[in-house]
């Protein structure tokens, strides 16, 4: 770092009488902004200010064996220095900063301060107990350790200005860094964290959006249709069409079953009266052999679930029971019958119907 003196220079001697002796101005460096020229005449050091008019005929320029160029301006000057870990891989960095400017460029010459980070790094290698606030922390605590160096530094430039001559120093402000590798570390942590939390928040928004989706789904298509029409996404031609063949289609189909439905109907009430005729004739059937029944009545019952109707073999069992009834009795049975009831319909005993 070339502050607070920029540059210096050798000047060659000048030859000539008094009235005839001139410096070239090619062999005094230009000034930049901020900065002045400082002669070395014999032991001295003679400053030629900024904004003077430069006379190749001043003494100071002519017997002037060197030149340096100071700058005079205001600066913002960082010095580090290196803090112990618990651990000794480890290293914290302190950064600290200090506003410099030259009071006497004189002075500065003549010490020749090229690099005012020297004397400064000096100043904070001078506090011993510095490294006492950092030495009890691990890496991963380098809030506390900032904390800690900031209060140090506070107190110790307040009992112990820094001083450069020819310079007015003030300390700043005092800023800690963990090592190179950490950082890295944590920079590679903080991307992955990042980039964690940017897949979740894509994650949630594809949720939210599905979400929204289903709760627009169950609404109907209805809905949906007309969620697409407002966004311009669906034409409303299309959608007409679309009900309508809908609709169409799911007259055809209850039409359908309601025909399918009215013939399984008739099919059952089909089935279920053959059924009962196939009953009541095998009934009948077995009926004709027995003498205790009264088989106009049966036949009126009959007819009556029938609706009038004489179903095949009606008659004929008819005829068989009158033909069972016009009969002779058996002589065992003879008994029997006169138990029978007036009507001759029932049994007074059930004993009688055993042979």
């Known amino acids: 770092m070339n502050y607070p003196v920029i540059a210096e220079h050798i000047l060659a001697t000048v030859q000539g009488t008094w009235w005839s002796r001139r410096r070239r101005r090619d062999d005094v460096p230009p000034l930049p902004p ?20 430069f006379d190749p005929s001043h003494p100071d320029v002519l017997d002037a064996s060197s030149v340096s160029i100071v700058d005079t301006r205001a600066r913002l000057v960082d010095v580090e220095r290196p803090l112990p ?14 506003t410099c400017q030259v009071t ?82 944590e920079q590679r942590l903080r991307d992955e964290r990042r980039s964690w939390e940017l897949r979740k928040g894509q994650r949630d928004f594809e949720t939210q959006d599905a979400r929204r989706i289903a709760e627009l789904l169950s609404q109907g298509s209805d809905h949906v ?18 009900i309508h063949r809908a609709t169409g289609e799911e007259s055809a189909r209850r039409h359908q079953a309601e025909s399918e439905e009215r013939a399984h109907a008739r099919l059952l009430e089909t089935t279920d009266a053959q059924l009962r005729r196939e009953m009541l004739l ?24 029938m609706g009038g109707q004489a179903a095949p073999g009606v008659g004929a069992a008819a005829d068989t029971a009158r033909m069972v009834e016009s009969g002779q009795a058996r002589p065992h049975r003879a008994a029997a019958g006169r138990e029978h009831d007036p009507q001759g319909s029932f049994v007074k005993d059930e004993d009688d119907l055993v042979d």
């Not at 010459?109 to 506090?127: E, F, H, K, N, S």
């Not at 107190?155 to 700043?172: D, H």
């Not at 095998?282 to 679930?305: F, K, N, P």
């Open 104 to 185: 006497d460029p004189t002075v500065i010459a003549r010490q020749g301060i090229i690099d005012v980070t020297v004397p400064l790094r000096a100043y904070l290698l001078g506090d011993s107990d510095l490294p006492r606030v950092s030495a009890g922390h691990r890496v991963e605590e380098i809030n506390a350790v900032r904390t800690e160096a900031g209060h140090r530094m506070t107190a110790y430039s307040a009992i112990v200005p820094p001083r450069v001559a020819g310079m007015s120093v003030e300390f700043v402000n005092a800023e800690v860094y963990a090592s190179d590798d950490l950082r890295d570390w």
């Open 282 to 305: 095998t009934l009948l059937r077995q009926a004709a052999g027995s003498e205790y029944v009264d088989y106009h009545q049966m036949l009126d019952q009959v007819l009556r679930e």
């Open 34 to 53: 901020g900065a002045v020229h400082v002669f070395r005449v014999g032991g001295n050091y003679r400053t030629f200010h900024e904004g003077m008019v």
């Open 225 to 242: 249709d007309a969620f697409g029409i407002a966004r311009q996404e669906i034409d409303v031609t299309e959608v007409a069409a679309r």
């Open 85 to 98: 870990s618990v651990s000794e891989a480890d290293n914290f960095t302190m950064r600290a900063s200090f």
